[in-house]
């Protein structure tokens, strides 16, 4: 307890002002003065521990206070009256309630108090009490003697514990004299043991004294060791061991299971279809028996002798030791590669002998055998594909099981790491063999063709359904109506974006595909995107208000052809984002390895290939990052696991930016990190290019040759050192194998005597080797003039300088395509060598040919100035991960208003910088533009909206609805239900935990549409008593199916197939009787289309020939993301972002938001959809079984 408090006037005012306001109890008391007999009234407050009195209730200064700790607080007679007054005074006086305070400090007299009322006294008593903390000192106390208690016990035990020791060390000396008697007596024993085993045979009572020793001995023994066992059988170890052992018995059934599966695959098919491949009348060949089988047979006899193995362990049950058996494995499993890269042709090679009718009538007597259990070839062939990931589960599950001293432990983690190893070969292997199958799978589909196609560098990035609008002469577009049905159906074109080139087609009534004959291969290198149009062009203005602003334009400036411009129409705003973001991206790409290109291979004589390899952190594992062997977009190896900062500082980096890394991230940084700390990296990386970005990179980005610098550099740095300088990157050629032509980008400076003129040429693999350069010829001392060839059908100023801000205004804000350096006297010089970096030149030539240079900053000092090439590129990354993001995830900024302002506000930035070139402001703006734009989904029929339609006509009954109106109302609604999901929900399996409804609402209730669309269909055919209005029904839902097929609503015909296949309805057989041959046979074509056989097999096939809009089945990709997550971690164990499995996810996020972001052209029909979506007529399934055996009871048996 306290002795002695610290008195602070100051403290005490405030305490006392605490205490009127928020006092634990105030009222007035009657306080004993100093005198026997005097009693004041006073206004007392308690505040915590500490009790202030008052003269009155409006006093603002205590007249005393008293510390309360520690005291205690009891009720006092009422002291005796000396004088005789009144009675109703003395009564009055014996009613009052007196209680006294004892302080436990020295000297201080008791505080005797009274009230009047009796249960304000006891309030008064128990919150003093309380204040005195009483019950905490008590407490204290009690604690102390048991502190106190338990230090004396801890002392006895260290004596005993002394004493102890001394008697052990005297018992093994006594036990070491005993053992010493033991040998003497022993001997002795020995010397008389014939005399005593006479005695022995002759005594039976010894017998049996040694009999009942011997039972005892037993008995304590056995009842030890049951002890023993069941204590282990209870411990941790045990059940650790017995749920090992489970998982290994499940390895081996398992495995049994698939040695079963391959032996199947092997005897029922590949052998029948090699001898009837030798037959006299083949049905299919050798060559198509071995690439469909593959390496089957060889797969089949590795697993028989690892099962073999397995089942020889299980007979030296309890020790179980399987790591020497995956030693053995590990080194053949690598035949599983050439099975899995070829797995998805294999399928093709199948599909196409179906064609043949022999083939498939002999294939469908091969799956008609018992063995196959109703199993189809495909499903077969599809086994071996998830062997590999069954081990790394297996042996996970395995090692969380097996103790750190294990035998086996360091084994089974060795099998583990080479199996992961072997998987992610696997996984980048058949990635960049689905990227080659999907560009022959579309070059195909052209009937003339496509040798670009054939490139292995080409990616695909998008496709879809844009409209183009005719032009008319001078480039001037026609004024069509958008609603122009004539414009929709001759217009309409198939898009097919790839990382090199665009491609235009029509489709014919066919369904092939036709490539224009003008504009149908747009080369990106030679496109300019025009996001928006000028506010001069009038033409312009008048299309953005016929078009409702969903145009945009590429400029095509073919080499040795007339310039010409391709107005494509998006049928939505998302739509338009979309594609413009991912065009500008391809494009930036390709100039930015252009630039790379030309600084590393004319200036330093450094390939861009060697300046990858000489940074170790772009393709060597380190600590914090490890590499595939794939290639990405940019031919910089894949990342397969990284550290957060090092995935920030790759989405930061000036070289390069593939769009398959920043579709990865931007789809999954949710998983590792926050959208804060993304754009925090931005920020920096736009203030501070120089502390943001690698030192390594740095170097690398500005390796020079020796000669790399004139002496008139040696001075300093720039005087602009401050100041940021951003472009988009300049146009150059890059060297694909694809046919491009020579493109030429001269440009001399004339920066002293010593520097000669600067030509930068840049020419593709199909130039020719030999280039002639004509003698370098030193410039005068005097003013440049850059000149600008025009690109646009608009005239050129005539006079000889022409100034860069008389540029066409068509252009785009990158780099002019013609830039020469004209000499007063008209010559044209030329060089192959010069000091000057052509970074830097570039840097000139794009200010010069945007709307001129800052005002106080030449053309000499920019070129001086490394600084410049950073500062403009790091604008430009930032902006064009800015617009990749608002874009295409315009989700993330409207759930997070915190994280849109912030962008706003950098953007703002931005904008404020007086040295900000005019392309990139005008990218700014409009990211600005676009993020600031409100209800961008207006235009969007909504489910709410429908559902919450008043004034719609009477709902139509199911006779009297048109089955296409059905199908295209049903597809109507599941295209807005499936697009309303935002992606964000597709992470982190929220739809499989218990809040599965608050994490992903619009999963939950897509799903809940699903079933209540199947209820319906259901529900309706069950309502009709007769039999022939229920087939009647039945034909017309399976007609509107068929339509939904047409449509490319895979989920309405799963709504309805599913339906049918209902046990209410499928055991109707007399009513199926009534049904249609053609019918059934439609009916069995529809369920093998949307078929959960291997892993929907054949609803990816149709969604991979199929072109936007569509809406696919949603839980196919949800058990895909399903298996994912459950298949690999998210972060590995040294804590680094598992990246392969983000590029997995992204990879299916990205198909899915595919098929949400491009709309139907359907036109609602409210009285259909008032019908689809009346709850009323809905029956439960207990109800429609009921229904159903009423309406055809079970047979008797």
């Known amino acids: 307890m306290q002795k002695s408090v610290r008195y602070n006037e100051g403290h005490a005012l405030y305490l006392a002002l605490l205490a009127r306001k928020e006092g634990t109890k105030?009222?007035?008391?009657?306080?004993?003065?100093?005198?026997?007999?005097?009693?004041?009234?006073?206004?007392?407050?308690?505040?915590?521990?500490?009790?202030?009195?008052?003269?009155?209730?409006?006093?603002?200064?205590?007249?005393?206070?008293?510390?309360?700790?520690?005291?205690?607080?009891?009720?006092?007679?009422?002291?005796?009256?000396?004088?005789?007054?009144?009675g109703g005074a003395r009564d009055a006086l014996d009613k009052q309630y007196y209680f006294t305070v004892l302080f436990g400090h020295e000297g201080q007299k008791p505080l005797e108090l009274r009230c009047e009322e009796q249960q304000d006294g006891k309030e008064w008593m128990e919150a003093i009490h309380q204040a005195s903390y009483a019950d905490i000192l008590i407490e204290r106390e009690v604690l102390m003697q048991k502190y106190i208690h338990l230090v004396q016990i801890v002392e006895t035990e260290k004596i005993a514990a002394n004493q102890l020791r001394h008697q052990l060390e005297d018992q093994d000396t006594e036990i070491e004299r005993l053992k010493s008697e033991i040998i003497a007596l022993n001997k002795t024993k020995e010397r008389m043991r014939p005399y005593q085993s006479n005695q022995e045979e002759d005594d039976p009572d010894i017998k049996k004294i040694k009999k009942v020793q011997s039972f005892m001995r037993g008995w304590l023994c056995r009842r030890k060791w049951k002890t023993i066992v069941q204590d282990y059988i209870c411990s941790p170890h045990a059940e650790s061991m017995r749920k090992r052992n489970q998982i290994v018995f499940t390895m081996v059934e398992a495995e049994s299971e698939y040695v079963h599966q391959l032996y199947i695959l092997v005897n029922c098919f590949l052998r029948p279809l090699r001898m009837a491949a030798s037959s006299k009348k083949p049905p299919i060949s050798h060559d198509d028996v071995s690439s469909i089988f593959l390496n089957s047979e060889t797969i089949m006899f590795l697993h028989e002798i690892f099962h073999q193995g397995l089942k020889a362990r299980l007979a030296n049950w309890p020790t179980l030791i399987l790591a020497d058996l995956f030693d053995i494995l590990l080194p053949m499993l690598n035949i599983y590669q050439e099975f899995v890269r070829n797995h998805q042709y294999s399928l093709q090679v199948l599909a196409n002998c179906k064609q043949n009718r022999d083939f498939d009538k002999l294939l469908k007597q091969y799956e008609a055998n018992p063995a196959c259990e109703g199993r189809m070839l495909e499903t077969f062939l599809t086994y071996p594909m998830f062997q590999i990931p069954r081990y790394i589960i297996t042996i996970h599950e395995l090692l969380a099981h097996t103790p750190h001293e294990h035998v086996e432990r360091k084994s089974l983690e060795f099998a583990k790491s080479k199996l992961e190893d072997l998987s992610r070969i696997m996984h980048d292997e058949v990635s960049d063999t689905e990227n080659i199958r999907k560009n022959l799978a579309i070059e195909r589909m052209i009937v003339e063709g496509c040798d670009i196609l054939l490139d292995t560098s080409q990616t695909f990035i998008r496709q879809g359904s844009l409209i183009q609008v005719p032009s008319v002469e001078k480039g001037k577009l026609s004024k069509v109506r958008l609603g122009s049905l004539s414009l929709k159906k001759e217009g309409e074109r198939q898009c097919f974006l790839f990382t090199k080139h665009l491609l235009i087609c029509t489709r014919s009534s066919g369904g092939k595909l036709h490539l224009l004959k003008t504009g149908g291969v747009l080369s990106l290198i030679e496109c300019t995107l025009i996001e928006e149009s000028d506010a001069s062009d009038d033409d312009s203005k008048g299309s953005g208000q016929v078009f409702g602003h969903l145009d945009f334009k590429i400029v095509v400036e073919p080499p040795g052809a007339a310039p010409f411009t391709v107005v494509l129409l998006a049928p939505s705003r998302q739509e338009k984002a979309a594609w413009m973001s991912d065009i500008s991206q391809c494009v930036d790409n390709i100039r930015c390895n252009g630039l790379m290109t030309i600084v590393f291979e004319e200036n330093s004589k450094v390939t861009v290939p060697h300046m990858i390899k000489s940074d170790a952190r772009l393709h060597k594992d380190d600590i914090d990052i490890c590499f595939s062997k794939t290639l990405n977009s940019c031919k910089v190896p894949q990342i397969r696991y990284a550290s957060v900062e090092r995935l920030l500082e790759r989405l930061t980096d000036l070289r390069f930016l593939s769009i398959d890394f920043l579709n990865t991230f931007l789809h999954t940084y949710r998983i590792f990190t926050t959208a804060a700390q993304v754009l925090a990296k931005l920020a920096d990386i736009y203030k501070k290019p120089f502390t943001s970005i690698p030192v390594r990179s740095l170097e690398l980005f500005f390796a020079t040759s020796q000669n790399s610098r004139g002496e008139h550099l040696a001075d300093g740095k720039s005087p602009r050192l401050c100041r940021k300088f951003s472009s988009p990157p300049p146009r150059a050629v890059s060297r694909t194998s694809s046919p491009v032509r020579v493109r030429k980008l001269s440009l001399t400076s004339p920066l002293n005597a010593r520097i000669g003129a600067l030509d930068l040429t840049t020419a593709s693999a199909s130039s020719s080797p030999t280039t002639t350069h004509s003698p370098v010829v030193s410039p005068p001392p005097h003013t440049a003039v850059l000149e600008s060839a025009p690109v646009e059908r608009a005239a050129v100023q005539s006079s000889p300088a022409v100034d860069a801000t008389e540029l066409s205004p068509g252009r785009s804000p990158s780099t002019p395509r013609h830039l020469r350096y004209r000499q007063p006297g008209g010559q044209m010089t030329d060089s192959s060598h010069c000091s000057v970096s052509p970074a830097s030149a570039f840097a000139i030539a794009t200010a010069a040919a945007g709307h001129g240079s800052p005002p106080g900053f030449n053309n000499t000092d920019r070129i001086c100035d490394k600084e410049f090439i950073i500062r403009r590129t790091a604008t430009n990354r930032v902006l064009n991960v800015l617009r990749h993001w608002v874009s295409k995830h315009a989700q993330d900024f409207e759930l997070d208003n915190e994280l849109k302002m912030n962008v706003l506000n950098l953007l703002e930035d931005v904008l404020r910088d007086p040295d900000l070139l005019p392309q990139e402001r005008k990218a700014a703006a409009n990211i600005l533009r676009a993020l600031s734009q409100d209800d961008q989904d207006d235009i969007h029929l909504k489910l709410e909206d429908i559902i919450q339609l008043t004034d719609c006509p009477k709902a139509e009954c199911f006779e009297t609805l048109p089955a296409m109106e059905l199908a295209e109302q049903i597809t109507l609604l599941d295209h807005i239900v499936f697009r309303s999901i935002p992606y964000e929900e597709f992470l982190g399996q929220g739809w499989m935990k218990l809040d599965k409804n608050e994490r992903t609402p619009y999963i939950m209730k897509t799903s809940k549409h699903f079933n209540d669309m199947s209820n319906l269909v259901a529900s309706q055919i069950m309502n009709y008593a007769d039999i022939s209005s229920r087939a009647n029904a039945i034909e017309k839902w399976v007609a509107v199916a068929d339509i939904c097929r047409c449509l490319h609503n895979y989920n309405g015909m799963?709504?309805?197939?599913?339906?049918?296949?209902?046990?209410?309805?499928?055991?109707?057989?007399?009513?199926?009787?009534?049904?249609?041959?053609?019918?059934?046979?439609?009916?069995?074509?529809?369920?093998?289309?949307?078929?959960?056989?291997?892993?929907?097999?054949?609803?990816?096939?149709?969604?991979?020939?199929?072109?936007?809009?569509?809406?696919?089945?949603?839980?196919?990709?949800?058990?895909?993301?399903?298996?994912?997550?459950?298949?690999?971690?998210?972060?590995?164990?040294?804590?680094?972002?598992?990246?392969?499995?983000?590029?997995?996810?992204?990879?299916?996020?990205?198909?899915?938001?595919?098929?949400?972001?491009?709309?139907?052209?359907?036109?609602?029909?409210?009285?259909?959809?008032?019908?689809?979506?009346?709850?009323?007529?809905?029956?439960?399934?207990?109800?429609?079984?009921?229904?159903?055996?009423?309406?055809?009871?079970?047979?008797?048996?």
């Open 1054 to 1197: 799963l709504e309805i197939t599913s339906a049918l296949n209902r046990t209410a309805i499928y055991r109707l057989k007399k009513t199926w009787a009534k049904v249609s041959k053609q019918t059934k046979a439609l009916m069995d074509k529809l369920q093998k289309t949307v078929s959960s056989e291997g892993r929907f097999k054949n609803l990816r096939e149709t969604l991979k020939n199929c072109n936007p809009p569509a809406v696919p089945y949603l839980g196919m990709y949800l058990t895909d993301l399903a298996f994912i997550e459950e298949g690999t971690p998210n972060f590995t164990e040294e804590g680094l972002v598992n990246f392969s499995k983000m590029r997995m996810i992204s990879h299916i996020v990205r198909e899915i938001r595919q098929f949400q972001q491009t709309s139907y052209r359907i036109e609602h029909q409210p009285k259909v959809t008032q019908y689809l979506l009346d709850k009323a007529l809905i029956i439960d399934e207990d109800t429609l079984y009921e229904l159903s055996l009423k309406i055809e009871p079970r047979l008797p048996a």
């Open 26 to 86: 105030r009222g007035f008391l009657s306080k004993k003065a100093a005198e026997a007999s005097r009693w004041h009234e006073k206004w007392f407050a308690l505040y915590q521990n500490v009790l202030f009195y008052f003269e009155g209730e409006q006093s603002g200064r205590p007249a005393g206070m008293y510390l309360l700790e520690g005291c205690s607080c009891e009720r006092a007679p009422a002291p005796p009256r000396a004088g005789a007054g009144p």
